[in-house]
């Protein structure tokens, strides 16, 4: 066996299809006998569809999810009800951006289903009730002690991956430090009817220390509600929604009137010290925690998934050298200490007593100013930013290159009219070339056997920061590794050897 994934979550579902839609073979166990009941993500970003896209059911996932038309961010007012501050239309916020301009919601707990049945479809059945207890690991593997329905067992695995969220056993195990802390207030989230009747739009009310949020739900036909627990209440286990309906309402500025189930979380802001020793990973939130405000944290996790699973497939395949396992820390931790700085610091803000108005004004203001004016470039900011399509791997290792104004480590920029992301679901290496390729170029792509996509030159193509003519080396994960200009193949040849990169076996 090659791979241990232990968590069959968000991240640890991803990357087993990762792996198994590669022909890894591999293991992926959980704790617990099915997908969390209590669904806490509800964000799936642009980011996370374009890898879905690669895979082949992005549109599947977005046809069952609800796509949020518009945001309305609104005050609670002096008279007890919400008044709006902005409302944004969501639908082309990243339009010519990406195939999916726009944010999605999809209860996590649908979404495990979803993703647990295309796993199953690639072959791989999740093994519930069953627990990693612990494990140690050598130079020939790792030795993992597993708990099940069957009793211990021991399994020998090339890398085990702890996908196991906050409270990892991996992460524990390798003596790894989660420096941050627990916010002293917690959150709510539950699945509830509301007299309004099913509101498609997201909702979003800031309160003096508090804030709640309101998304459909297309399988329950009902709203989730996500929020802050007011302070006076301090037992996450005992709260119930009866409790806070008082306070909650006047922010939602509907009455609750069906509650499905109700849930309380503490949440935690923190990054590992490490993502990896050995030959073991953490991923997804074993490795950063953070408040949901921006609905990122499964989004990131998804990330951490795509970015190690075509990197151990590859080592395992003897595609390419192992040090292409030393990029995964580099590449993901420092997003992972931006986000948790980030969402603390706009956490921080709101929950800080009477912090209404100065709220308004240092967030919600310039908001109001490069978003709410529909100028195309405040929107187009914020949908990188929330979209994750942002996210860039320049300065690392296996990125190389600049032509045009796309360099290596960049996500492939999207053009259209082309729809350059299409040859992506090969889940594998490639090279583009926007305009004629050149003869040096399709050997080298021949000899290592990559496929070559030569898209005809058009002006969106510049627009998209390209340069007429220029080779540029895509990873199976959709980022440019080396970029450069013209038929220059002896760069592509240096990058190649540099990472061990070897003909696809036959
Ligand atoms: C209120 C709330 C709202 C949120 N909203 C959003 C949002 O809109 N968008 C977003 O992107 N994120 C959001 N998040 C964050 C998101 O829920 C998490 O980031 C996501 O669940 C992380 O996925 P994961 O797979 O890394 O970990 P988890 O979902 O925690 O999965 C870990 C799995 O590992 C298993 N496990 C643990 N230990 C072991 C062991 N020793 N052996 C075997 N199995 C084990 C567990 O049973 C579990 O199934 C929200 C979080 C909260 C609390």
New binding site residues.
């Given amino acids: 066996m090659s791979v241990l994934v232990?968590?069959?979550?968000?991240?640890?579902?991803v990357l087993a299809l990762n792996l198994a839609r590669r022909g890894v073979p591999l293991r992926i166990?959980?704790?617990?006998a099915g997908?969390?009941q209590h669904s806490?993500?509800?964000?799936?970003?642009a980011r996370t569809l374009e890898f879905y896209r690669s895979f082949g059911f992005a549109d599947e996932i977005v046809a069952e999810g609800i796509v949020v038309e518009r945001l309305h961010l609104r005050e609670s007012g002096r008279d007890e009800r919400p008044h709006q501050i902005l409302q944004l239309d969501f639908t082309d916020l990243g339009d010519g951006m990406s195939p999916f301009p726009f944010v999605l919601t999809y209860p996590?707990d649908d979404h495990e289903r979803f993703l647990v049945k295309k796993l199953a479809d690639a072959g791989v059945t999740v093994e519930r009730n069953?627990?990693?207890?612990t494990f140690t690991q050598s130079a020939e593997g790792v030795d993992a002690k597993l708990s099940g329905p069957n009793g211990d067992e021991h399994v020998a695995v090339r890398y085990i991956c702890g996908?196991?969220?906050?409270?990892?056993?991996?992460r524990e195990t390798l003596g790894l430090g989660f420096a941050g802390g627990t916010y002293e207030h917690f959150?709510f989230?539950c699945d509830a009817k509301v007299a309004s009747g099913f509101e498609r739009d997201l909702f979003v009310t800031v309160g003096t220390g508090t804030l709640a949020l309101m998304f459909p739900v297309r399988s329950t036909g009902m709203q989730r509600l996500?929020g802050l627990v007011p302070r006076n209440f301090s037992d996450p286990q005992s709260t119930t929604f009866d409790d806070i309906r008082g306070e909650i309402e006047p922010l939602l500025g509907t009455t609750v009137t069906e509650v499905n189930w109700f849930s309380c979380?503490r949440?935690h802001h923190r990054v590992a010290e490490h993502f990896r020793k050995g030959r073991a990973f953490i991923?997804?939130?074993?490795g950063h925690?953070h408040s949901?405000v921006g609905?990122?944290?499964?989004?990131?996790?998804i990330g951490d998934a795509t970015n190690l699973g075509w990197k151990l497939a590859d080592v395992v395949r003897g595609r390419v050298a192992e040090s292409v396992l030393d990029t995964f820390e580099p590449e993901r931790i420092a997003f992972a200490h931006a986000l948790v700085n980030t969402t603390d610091r706009v956490f921080t803000e709101i929950v800080r007593p009477g912090v209404r108005g100065e709220l308004i004004r240092r967030i919600v203001g310039p908001l109001l100013m490069t978003v709410g004016t529909q100028f195309s470039a405040g929107r187009h900011e914020l949908f990188r930013t929330v979209s994750q399509t942002q996210i860039n791997y320049a300065g690392s290792a296996l990125s190389a290159g600049r032509a045009g104004r796309v360099s290596g480590g960049d996500r492939l920029p999207w053009v259209a009219t082309l729809d350059n992301f299409a040859p992506l679901s090969s889940l594998d290496w490639q090279v583009h070339c926007y305009g004629s390729p050149g003869t040096k170029a399709s050997a080298f792509c021949k000899q290592l056997g990559i496929s070559l996509h030569a898209f005809a030159w058009n002006e969106d193509c510049g627009h998209a920061g390209f340069a007429r003519d220029a080779h540029y080396l895509v990873r199976p994960d959709g980022y440019v590794a080396a970029a450069v200009d013209g038929d220059d193949a002896m760069r592509l040849e240096s990058y190649a050897d540099r990472i061990g990169l070897q003909a696809k076996a036959l």
């Fill in positions: 232990v968590g069959a979550g968000p991240t640890g579902l166990i959980d704790e617990n997908p969390g806490r993500a509800m964000a799936v970003q996590q069953t627990r990693l207890e996908c196991d969220g906050v409270h990892s056993t991996v959150y989230v996500i979380y949440v991923v997804g939130d074993a925690v949901p609905g990122q944290g499964m989004n990131t996790g």
